[in-house]
Nanobody, 116 residues
Framework: QVQLVESGGGLVQPGGSLRLSCAAS????????MGWYRQAPGKERELVAR???????DYVDSVKGRFTVSRDSAKNTLYLQMNSLKPEDTAVYYC??????????WGQGTQVTVSS
């Protein structure tokens, strides 16, 4: 079993920055990918950014150049640095982990609101 706990969400003005954290515990030794998804009201959940086990990263086009995903393996923590935030980035952000057996785990989500 894996537990994921997100933190770092909040209210920020357009153009501002936030850093999300996802602390993983449990059976984290067999990770295939870790990443961030988001879901805005009335929309489907979408992949924002992820790290694949070899270290490659993947971003949705709308955040390229503004968001950076990183992982501290020693701390079992995933980060999402979000810069130049826009109102359309407003959503609940979820941490995701997929292990080598294709089991998928989700965090409880953290709200990010970009508004003046």
């Amino acid at each position: 079993q894996v537990q994921l706990v997100e933190s770092g969400g909040g209210l920020v003005q357009p153009g501002g920055s936030l850093r999300l954290s996802c602390a993983a515990s449990g059976s984290t030794f067999s990770v295939r990918t870790m990443g961030w998804y988001r879901q805005a009201p009335g929309k489907e959940r979408e992949l924002v950014a992820r790290i694949i086990s070899g270290g490659d990263t993947d971003y949705v086009d709308s955040v390229k150049g503004r968001f950076t995903v990183s992982r501290d393996s020693a701390k079992n923590t995933l980060y999402l640095q979000m810069n130049s935030l826009k109102p359309e980035d407003t959503a609940v952000y979820y941490c995701n982990l997929i292990n080598i057996y294709s089991y998928t785990y989700w965090g409880q989500g953290t709200q990010v609101t970009v508004s003046s």
